[in-house]
């Protein structure tokens, strides 16, 4: 069996912590380095759904997309929300490690998962670094050009199942081949999008003034595909269990979180009389 330090190598190779941007927590959140790992869970959210999962499972690590303390804390007392989990994670002798901007911007990375999942060719970054290999977002194309209502229908399927599930914003009849994804949320990226001259952009969190701004510009602009953050995110967790299943073929098994720990558990429309 590897160590703990030897699994955090080959996800760091994969997904550099230098890659992470500035105001981000990656790495290892609690755990022994020198501790032996045969089992390791990955998940978007590092919660107490995912922690029951890990414990009960016999996994010795959580691997997480979000990190678990994002912001500067001062203690981790047991009867708060996230150091109970700190607490409960140290007692079952489970570690955490979290790779979040650093496996956005990784090539491949969050964003290929995700085009990936739609059954797009990826082309480049949506906003690439100097490198232009890594960057947030990818830009992709389709084996071959479909109606805007057929791609929401395509992206639906391609991912796990949500409450608020996937919309879309635009004219149902429009061709769609060249698309943009991005992993997580993405309104923000917006004008990366329309300059990119994407027929479609897929991304989650998408906010009402960013989206009508966006629609509401006279050049014509790439339809919008929203998804839930833990949806859009979610098929990373094969890429980055795949990365660990090829460093330690045999030695260490691994397992993706099927539980969804997207916050939206209810949806209701209104009913007509």
Known sequence: MPALAEVIAALEQAYPPEL?????????????PAEKVDKVLFCVDPVEETVDEAIDGGA??????????????HGVPADSTKGRLVHRLIR?????YCAHTNADSASPGVSDALADAI?????????PREDGVTGIGRIGELPEPEPFSAFVERVANAL?????????????????SRVAVSGGSGD????????????????????????????????????????THWASEWPWCEQASAVVRAAFAGNVDVHVSTRCTDPWTLRATRTEH
């Not at 010795?60 to 804390?73: D, N, S, Y």
């Open 20 to 32: 992470a941007e500035s105001w981000d927590a990656v790495g290892l959140v609690c755990g022994d």
């Open 60 to 73: 010795q690590l959580i691997v997480a997309h979000h990190p678990l303390l994002l912001r500067g804390v």
């Open 92 to 96: 079952a002798g489970v570690a955490l």
């Open 119 to 127: 059954g797009l060719t990826v082309l480049g970054p949506l906003d």
């Open 160 to 176: 796990p199942r949500t409450e608020p599930g996937v919309y879309g914003a635009g004219d149902p009849d429009r061709p769609i």
């Open 188 to 227: 923000s990226y917006l004008k990366r999008a329309t300059a990119a001259g994407v027929d479609a952009y897929v991304t989650a969190d998408l906010r009402h003034h960013p989206a009508g701004e966006h629609l509401a510009e006279i050049s014509e602009v790439p339809a919008l595909v929203g998804v």
